[in-house]
């Protein structure tokens, strides 16, 4: 068996040609190399963000979620993740998978990135593959089984984020045929995880007392830094998907920056407005909900057009965030509300305000002459919506009617830190 091993390990080593480095750029690669860093920086950041927003029984579930969703995407993503995203196209719908574990990939120019070395560009991808599953833990938080999750996400990376990437990114219909633009994962990243997140707070069920008794965070410290590593690793998501360290990369960098601090604004100013009170939680959440929505815009607008990007992606959120108990689904910790909503304008706002004078291989959006570029990305975004739905709800579905998605009432009253990890988050 060992022997056997061993010749499969010596057959799928990445070839080196030899002089192969002759078009790779020093800057670029580093620059995405620091990129997927700080991509891979978000993950224990998100862990944070979601873990300081449920109770403290189930604080060390929630960071586990994160973690080892980063784990198993990390591996997947080298054996079959990233071929299907990315590998040569079939009828523009899905990678072949040409490249399994990685085979015959060289450190010559990545195809999509040709200054930086394949594998930086694969690693640099395989970090957004794991951010977008543990995005979706937030709606299930506080009532699901470990090993759920875990079968959840291999099937959904294989089956929903693996296609869309590629219609995206990888040659696949929705950015060669339709050409509607997603700079950074507006659709890949935040409108597939918020629809699966409904699909699975409809099919897991709302938690013991939701809407019945006080459900609150536990620590709002934790989920204020953990806000803080999402904006700084956001600049290696919306920055590094320029690919190369130059006048792109300084673009998304800036309205990133800028369309975080204007989401925060504008979620405080209308909270402030309609509750009186300014809160932490609040400020937090329109940041995110601001660095959301200008994910699919980061390199194809202006800077002046991010502050009304993450103004209205603040605004949009809170009463996206704010209609949840009157339609009564549990999503936990408001991965619709923010992911969904702030998606969806990011989305279309790109459709709005894109502009060929900032990024001349874009395209000019409805306000710079050029409608058709909205209606690409409605037809994106509803491509989106209705494919992860259906695979999402098909796979939840099938786990459900096979290893079950829910803990017993007794586990989710002990808490899930306790009955499905053995542990406690704090001994007080």
Not at 29 to 49: D, E, I, N, Q, R
Not at 406 to 413: A, Q
Request: aromatic content about 12%.
């Amino acid at each position: 068996m060992l022997r056997v091993f061993l010749l499969l390990t010596v057959a799928f080593i990445p070839s080196v040609a030899s002089g192969a480095d002759g078009d790779i750029n020093a800057a670029d690669t580093t620059w995405l190399l620091v990129s997927a860093a700080l991509v891979m920086l978000m993950v224990p950041g998100l862990a944070l963000f979601y873990g300081g927003m449920v109770r403290r029984k189930n604080v060390l579930s929630t960071l586990m979620h994160s973690f080892i969703i980063l784990c198993i995407v990390s591996v997947l993503w080298v054996l079959w993740g990233y071929s299907l995203s990315f590998g040569p196209d079939f009828w523009m719908i899905i990678g072949s998978l040409k490249w399994f574990g990685l085979r015959g990939i060289v450190s010559e120019a990545a195809p999509a990135a040709p200054t930086v070395p394949h594998l930086v560009f694969v690693m640099f991808q395989g970090m957004f593959a794991a951010i977008t599953p543990a995005l979706i833990t937030g709606a299930f938080a506080e009532r699901i089984k470990f090993s759920a999750v875990v079968v959840f996400s291999v099937l959904w990376v294989t089956l929903v984020y693996a296609p869309v990437a590629h219609w995206v990114w990888g040659g696949g219909w929705i950015g060669e045929k339709v050409g509607a633009l997603d700079f950074a994962g507006g659709t890949v990243v935040h409108i597939n995880s918020a629809i699966a997140a409904l699909v699975a707070a409809i099919v897991v069920g709302r938690r013991k007392g939701y809407l019945e008794e006080p459900i609150v965070p536990h620590n709002l410290t934790m989920t204020f830094l953990g806000a803080s590593l999402l904006w700084f690793g956001w600049f290696g998501f919306n920055a590094g998907s320029a690919l190369s360290a130059g006048h792109l990369a300084a673009l998304a960098f800036t309205t990133t920056n800028t369309a975080a601090a204007s989401g925060a604004l504008g979620w405080t100013f209308i909270e402030w407005i309609l509750k009186r009170r300014p809160t932490a939680l609040g400020a937090v959440s329109g940041a995110v909900a601001g660095l959301v929505a200008i994910t699919p815009a980061a390199g194809y607008v202006s800077a002046l057009s991010s502050i009304l990007i993450g103004l209205l992606a603040g605004v949009l959120c809170f009463l996206g965030v704010s209609l949840k108990p009157r339609l009564g689904y549990d999503d936990s910790l408001d991965v619709l509300g923010i992911h969904g909503v702030g998606g969806t304008w990011g989305a279309l706002a790109t459709g709005l305000f894109a502009s060929t004078a900032v990024n001349p291989a874009g395209a000019n959006g409805m306000f710079f002459g050029n409608p058709s570029l909205f209606l690409k990305q409605l037809i994106g975004v509803v491509a989106t919506i209705i494919f992860c739905f259906v695979l999402s709800l098909l796979i939840f579905k099938v786990i459900d009617w096979t290893i079950g998605l829910r803990v017993s009432e007794e586990d989710e009253i002990k808490g899930l830190d306790l009955s499905q990890h053995g542990e406690e988050g704090y001994s007080l």
